[in-house]
């Protein structure tokens, strides 16, 4: 079965410029992550959708990015305008929800390299 | 305060060696725990969940110390596949908090 699918793999933009990321989760699961990671920071969630719903966007930095999940195998990460400081790898997973507050294993893609120059 | 603190590393050690790894936590209303590895460049993947009253996989052993917030994850006879790092992850509400990882070296 194939994982979570992530395009572009790697993408060089200039400032200002529109980045969408794209990601097909694991057929079956209903559960979406957005995250970013840096040297910094680690890896930090921006945003999670529960059957398509964003469920908690406490973590998308700004207005500049938002995410949509039209539909249960497809969710985009938008950023625009882009900036240098948006420079990270974006992972998405995805994970079949235990209920309540239990977690199963999330499936993570491989990654989207983003340098905005 | 981070939610997860680790130690970043990084632990170089011989091959066959015993390492271990500690990881904190903030939230004491937290109800899952793993252990993801990163290797380099790549995404993070499963280790092992680490349950209340310790858990074993192989040369793996995961460790919970509620009353301390504290998880350890120890590697027995550490291979040169070993080498990578390792997040602590604990659970708040529906999300998950990554800890930044300890990176393993593990050397000939």
């Known amino acids: 079965d194939a994982g979570v699918i992530q395009s572009p793999r790697h993408e060089v933009t200039e400032m200002g410029q529109e980045v969408t990321l794209r990601c097909k989760p694991i057929s079956g699961h209903n559960s979406l992550f957005w995250y970013r990671q840096t040297m910094m920071r680690g890896l930090e969630l921006l945003i999670y959708?529960?059957?398509?719903?964003?469920?908690?966007d406490s973590g998308m930095p700004e207005d500049r990015f938002s995410a949509k999940m039209p539909n249960a195998s497809f969710s985009t990460l938008k950023i625009q305008p882009s900036e240098p400081r948006d420079s990270a790898v974006y992972f998405c997973?995805?994970?079949?929800?235990?209920?309540?507050?239990?977690?199963?294993?999330?499936?993570f893609g491989p990654g989207t390299r983003l340098t905005v120059l | 305060r981070k939610e997860v603190e680790q130690d970043p590393g990084p632990f170089n050690v011989p091959e066959g060696a015993t390492v271990a790894f500690n990881c904190t936590y903030s939230n004491s209303a937290s109800q899952s725990f793993f252990w993801y590895r990163q290797d380099c460049r790549k995404e993070p993947k499963l280790l092992m969940s680490?349950?209340?009253s310790g858990n074993e996989d192989g040369r793996f052993t995961a460790q919970l110390n509620r009353a301390s917030q504290y998880i350890s994850l120890l590697i027995r006879d550490s291979k040169l596949s070993d080498s990578a790092t390792y997040l602590c992850?604990?659970?708040?509400?529906?999300?998950?908090?990554f800890g930044k990882g300890t990176s393993l070296l593990v050397t000939p």
């Open positions: 680490v349950y209340s």
């Open positions: 997973a995805s994970s079949f929800p235990a209920g309540g507050e239990a977690h199963n294993e999330q499936f």
């Open positions: 959708f529960n059957n398509n719903v964003p469920i908690d």
């Open positions: 992850v604990v659970n708040s509400g529906y999300a998950l908090n």
